[in-house]
């Protein structure tokens, strides 16, 4: 079942939000591979927002694999499930490429790391 529930007291921008609900309950294997989710227009206006909104944060998700779109069809949780920790993971091996090409040492790399992580 597709459950979303925006904050509008939360900073993170509301196709954010949605982008990660549907994320979390891909993860939590509530939405699995094959799941139809709501349209566009009917999504924004069960949540109250612009169908743009919406749109966006759908196109945010078909871009890192989580949803495809099958025309007429609609759209649906990508057959791949949670592709974010693969995307994750390969980001994490291309910084250290980057990190050695540079010449840095692994403890610099760390503290870049946890401070992106702060900040």
Not at 28 to 33: D, F, M, P, R
Not at 73 to 79: D, L, M, R, T, V
């Amino acid at each position: 079942m597709f459950h979303v529930e925006l904050s509008t007291d939360s900073a993170q921008p509301p196709y954010e939000q949605l982008r990660m609900a549907v994320i979390e309950q891909v993860r939590a294997g509530t939405l699995t591979a094959g799941t139809k989710i709501p349209t566009v227009r009917a999504l924004a206006a069960d949540l109250g927002i612009a169908p743009n909104t919406v749109a966006r944060a759908y196109r945010e998700l078909e871009a890192d694999g989580v949803l495809e779109t099958r025309g007429r069809q609609g759209s649906f949780i990508a057959s791949s499930g949670d592709p974010t920790r693969d995307i994750a993971g390969r980001a994490a091996v291309d910084y250290v490429a980057t990190v050695r090409r540079l010449g840095l040492p692994d403890s610099d790399a760390l503290d870049f790391v946890r401070r992106a992580m702060d900040s």
